[in-house]
């Protein structure tokens, strides 16, 4: 290769990479707009729960939270198996959940906050098992 040809090629790089970071400057424009109108959102429907809140009768008493949800129906698996360590497609199976990658994904990072809050412990790469506490 000589000389031109080498500046050739350094100038057609540059010219991409250029190219390359325009597209990411119109990305980062569209993200932050995307962000400061989901923010937007975020702040009318917290006022417009403050208003209704404050709106609602004292004596009348909230609905009560739903209580199946998939943290909690993860929670009574390994409440109901307490000494079995599982594997997150293996909970899935249990719960009769789907066991697509995407879902399963999903449980995986529900079991890692598990881990996080103390609720769970991981006695091997990808399992999890109920921590248990020695008094």
């Not at 709106?55 to 949800?69: C, M, Y």
């Not at 909690?72 to 249990?94: D, K």
Request: glycine content about 6%; aromatic content about 6%.
């Amino acid at each position: 290769m000589n000389i031109s040809e080498l500046l050739a090629d350094l100038q057609d790089q540059h010219d991409k990479t250029t190219a390359r970071a325009g597209e990411l400057r119109d990305q980062i424009d569209h993200l932050t707009a995307a962000l400061a109108e989901t923010e937007t959102r975020l702040a009318d429907l917290a006022t417009t729960r403050k208003i209704i809140a404050e709106r609602v009768p004292p004596e009348t008493k909230p609905d009560p939270p739903e209580t199946n949800t998939a943290y909690q129906a993860i929670v009574n698996a390994f409440n109901q198996h307490p000494g079995r360590a599982f594997r997150a497609r293996e909970l899935h199976e249990l719960l009769g959940m789907l066991t697509d990658e995407a879902t399963v994904n999903v449980t995986r990072s529900r079991l890692g906050r598990l881990v996080r809050q103390g609720f769970l412990t991981q006695p091997g790469r990808g399992r999890y098992q109920k921590r248990t506490y020695w008094l």
